[in-house]
């Protein structure tokens, strides 16, 4: 079994900061990518950023310059430092972990940015 479990949300005013995490334990092996999604009040569950085991990471356009992902395969974290951040970047931010054996999602934590 594999459990993911975030930290580091929290309320912070629009141009703020915020570091998200997310640690993985339980039968880790062979990680393809790690990363983060988002879900606001009444929206899908949108993609923010991943990184892959060789290091490369994406994100989406409108975090693009502001946040930045990085992950330690051995460790197995993964971690989202949340710059200049917008009142739109309110939501529930998940971790995801894409293993050789399945997909794997964190249980969600609150990211609140008041204008």
């Known amino acids: 079994q594999v459990q993911l479990v975030e930290s580091g949300g929290g309320l912070v005013h629009a141009g703020g900061s915020l570091r998200l995490s997310c640690a993985a334990s339980?039968?880790?092996?062979?990680?393809?990518?790690m990363g983060w999604y988002r879900q606001a009040p009444g929206k899908q569950r949108e993609y923010v950023a991943s990184i892959t085991i060789g290091g490369s990471t994406s994100y989406r356009d409108s975090v693009k310059g502001r946040f930045t992902i990085s992950g330690d395969n051995v460790k197995n974290t993964v971690h989202l430092q949340m710059n200049s951040l917008k009142p739109e970047d309110t939501a529930v931010y998940f971790c995801n972990f894409y293993l050789r054996r399945g997909e794997y999602w964190g249980q969600g934590t609150q990211v609140t940015v008041s204008s």
């Open positions: 339980g039968s880790i092996f062979s990680i393809y990518s």
